[in-house]
């Protein structure tokens, strides 16, 4: 029962908590982790410790398989390039300089310690920065490397942690870059391959059903059955889990019904609210059994090398994200050429983003009781996440604001492009059917003129209903999913063309889905 009690007082927590963050317009992971502080000191609360194999293998799937199925591949795949100088090159480079920094710091603790911490520390949590993005705005192109940045750089830092920490506990700790750069690339190419099969089989499964329920239930599977496996096999179990979302996602409006995907999206965007209401609030929950662990360290010392990883960790992003800017490839350059200030703050925003969570505090729990100034490591890193949170977390809104976007996109206005054309491909079927059905002449015009009249033909279980009146209904609903079928088609093409992305292609497939609904009652 106290662990009952204890959960029912976080999900309490976390609905108070969300509504203050957005009645008060900050970061609601930030609010979420001060408010597990707060909890942790609340004498006779019942205390949830957060295991690492809990969030590694219960949490990080779902959440991030969550996430890739929003991403969009076009946009991911038009970023590639500095995609990867982000997930992979600046884990690597706050990896060195955090490890370089502490070992000159604490000359007894071992280097592959060292870049232990420095692989903990590595990987961001897209979460805080995108809510601030999505309600305050940003281009589609910075949100894109924030989110992509996330789902990636985690399967980085954690095979190179993966590598680093059982060297810190050998004898000698020598660090063989060597194997640790064979082992990232076997366990990357492996779990993107076992996410891929997934994905597809998983695919097939969901098409040849139609029963929205078993449908979201196996979604609820898939990221563990991708996961899973790849974590066995020693590959990576993050991007297996990735790239299983990343191909049901592309696949969404080709292999679900209108029923199953309203339910599946709504299904997820609660999924991915409590899971990560859990985790921050839990975060904030460890911060006593960290500050017991430390035993009789100088709080002097301590603050002090809290101060240096936090410092290393916020200025070493933003001297590779303004230095990696000026390279060819960079969205800055195609902002430049519009408005060169606008560029450089945005470079800031992105630089000013690398919001650190949950993955850094499981990766510093899972260390073993023998690891080298475990405790220490566990402070260190719960401080990264307090200041990057807490402190960035909190001023990103007005760094955005400072940015004075003006809410133009460098390619234009998607959206409207996409109705457009869903609205011409409705008029063109309208326009080819029209002499199938010679005796429904005023429901075409009805739809043409956009006037529809969609209560009178609803379904219905009136008992008095003629049979010419339930044929008439039939035919009136065969014609407009014939035309919202061909709007949805050629929203989807567009996409697949490239010339819209996933985000755009979502929001008016559900607009259409609602719209089909609806003439279900």
């Not at 008992?463 to 065969?478: A, F, G, L, N, W």
Request: charged share 20%; net charge negative; aromatic share 6%.
């Amino acid at each position: 029962m106290d662990v009952l009690t204890a959960v029912l007082a976080i999900l309490v927590a976390i609905a108070i908590l969300f509504e203050i963050a957005r009645r008060l317009g900050v970061p609601y992971p930030t609010l979420l982790v001060l408010g597990g502080l707060g909890l942790a000191f609340i004498p006779g609360l019942p205390r949830i410790s957060l295991e690492p194999d809990l969030v590694l293998l219960v949490f990080l799937p779902p959440l991030l398989f969550g996430a890739a199925t929003e991403s969009g591949i076009r946009d991911l795949r038009a970023n590639l390039v500095p995609l990867v100088r982000l997930s992979i090159g600046l884990v690597v480079f706050t990896m060195v300089v955090v490890a370089a920094a502490v070992h000159a710091a604490i000359p007894d603790l071992n280097l592959a310690a060292a870049f232990t911490l420095g692989a903990i520390v590595g990987p961001t949590d897209a979460l805080a920065a995108t809510s601030v993005f999505r309600r305050l705005g940003a281009p589609r192109v910075i949100r894109t490397l924030i989110e992509g940045e996330a789902l990636f750089n985690d399967a980085t830092a954690l095979v190179a942690y993966r590598v680093a920490w059982p060297l810190a506990v050998a004898v000698g700790g020598t660090f063989v870059l060597s194997t640790a750069i064979a082992g990232f690339f076997v366990a990357a190419f492996g779990g993107v391959a076992i996410g891929v099969v997934i994905g597809l089989i998983s695919g097939e499964i969901l098409r040849r059903l139609d029963d929205p329920p078993v449908e979201v239930l196996i979604s609820i599977v898939i990221p563990f059955a991708a996961y899973l496996p790849a974590d066995q096999l020693d590959l990576s179990g993050v991007l297996a889990a990735v790239a299983a979302g990343l191909v049901i996602g592309s696949r969404l409006g080709t292999i679900l019904t209108p029923n199953s995907r309203v339910l599946w999206l709504t299904t997820w965007k609660m999924i991915g609210f409590v899971l990560n209401g859990f985790v921050f609030v839990l975060i904030g929950l460890q911060l006593p059994e960290i500050l017991r662990g430390l035993g009789g360290r100088p709080p002097i010392h301590v603050l002090g090398l809290a101060a240096l990883v936090c410092g290393v960790v916020v200025v070493t992003r933003l001297v590779w994200v303004f230095a990696s800017s000026l390279l060819p490839g960079s969205p800055r350059r195609i902002i430049a050429a519009r408005d060169p200030r606008l560029a450089t703050r945005l470079t800031f925003v992105v630089g000013w983003s690398g919001l650190r969570g949950s993955v850094s505090l499981a990766a510093a729990l899972a260390l073993p009781a023998g690891f080298p100034e475990r405790n220490l490591i566990l402070l260190l890193t719960f401080a990264v996440i307090l200041v990057t949170l807490v402190g960035q977390g909190l001023t990103l809104p007005a760094v955005l604001r400072w940015a004075a976007w003006d809410g133009t996109e460098p390619d234009g206005d998607e959206a409207t492009r996409a109705r457009t054309t869903a609205y011409q491909a409705g008029l063109d079927e309208i326009a080819r059917t029209r002499p199938d059905w010679p005796t429904h002449q005023p429901l075409f015009d009805r739809l043409e003129s956009g006037l529809q009249d969609r209560t009178r033909h609803l379904a219905t279980e009136d008992p008095d209903e003629t049979e010419e009146r339930r044929q008439e209904r039939v035919e009136h609903e065969e014609i407009q999913r014939g035309v919202i079928g061909a709007q949805r088609s050629a929203v989807i093409e567009l996409r697949d063309r490239g010339e819209i992305n996933d985000q755009t292609l979502r929001l008016l497939e559900r607009e259409l889905d609602l719209e089909e609904l609806r003439m279900e009652g």
